[in-house]
T-cell receptor, first 110, second 113 residues
Framework: RKEVEQDPGPFNVPEGATVAFNCTYS??????FFWYRQDCRKEPKLLMS???SGNEDGRFTAQLNRASQYISLLIRDSKLSDSATYLC???????????FGSGTRLSIRP | DTEVTQTPKHLVMGMTNKKSLKCEQH?????MYWYKQKAKKPPELMFV???????INESVPSRFSPECPNSSLLNLHLHALQPEDSALYLC????????????FGPGTRLTVL
């Protein structure tokens, strides 16, 4: 079983739609949780850290459920520019390795 | 300055060449990382430096040799690579004390002939 699992997609949704990504992780010792986005042939960029209380940044909402070892990302009112691969990432202590999920490809159509 | 820079952007090398990849950050981060990413796959960790000392080596072959000359710079020396080593090589940095948010450079796209 992979340490971080994501639905690979692709998700193909119309502009303006709401889309949700899910991610599960297997190691209960995980301490930090993130969503990164990666555009084709570019580096991963930190989208948001994910906290137990949930957090929102504009159209993006992330949730963490430690009991179920589950992380989610919700994108509302999707834009063409949201088309990218979204990577669920789990970390342990600081300055140590982070584990990437395999990524979910999102394509927004006009 | 919130950037991690990497040079060169692209590199083509033969299997007998020696080359180096360079990474620089001026965010005061004391942890720096090398990752390898193949097409349509997530990044794979290679090395972690913490306070300029190698703290994690993910069983990387010795033809890859990392070096951290100071707190802002990270190098990856390459020698006798194989064609399967062709990939995007990403550098990242993070603080030591915060929650391990890592910031990535644009990468070096390496082709080994």
């Amino acid at each position: 079983r992979k340490e971080v699992e994501q639905d690979p997609g692709p998700f193909n949704v119309p502009e303006g739609a709401t889309v949700a990504f899910n991610c599960t992780y297997s190691n209960s010792a995980s301490q930090s949780f993130f969503w990164y986005r990666q555009d084709c042939r570019k580096e991963p960029k930190l989208l948001m850290s994910v906290y137990s209380s949930g957090n929102e940044d504009g159209r993006f909402t992330a949730q963490l459920n430690r009991a179920s070892q589950y992380i989610s990302l919700l994108i509302r009112d999707s834009k063409l520019s949201d088309s990218a691969t979204y990577l669920c990432v789990v970390g342990y202590s600081s300055a140590s390795k982070i584990i990437f999920g395999s990524g979910t490809r999102l394509s927004i159509r006009p | 300055d919130t950037e991690v820079t990497q040079t060169p952007k692209h590199l083509v090398m033969g299997m007998t060449n020696k080359k180096s990849l360079k990474c620089e950050q001026h965010m005061g981060h004391r942890a720096m990382y090398w990752y390898k990413q193949k097409a349509k796959k997530p990044p794979e960790l290679m090395f972690v430096y913490s306070y300029e000392k190698l703290s994690i080596n993910e069983s990387v072959p010795s033809r890859f040799s990392p070096e951290c000359p100071n707190s802002s710079l990270l190098n990856l020396h390459l020698h006798a690579l194989q064609p399967e080593d062709s990939a995007l090589y990403l550098c990242a940095s993070s603080t030591i004390t915060h929650n391990n948010e890592q910031f990535f450079g644009p990468g070096t796209r390496l082709t080994v002939l």
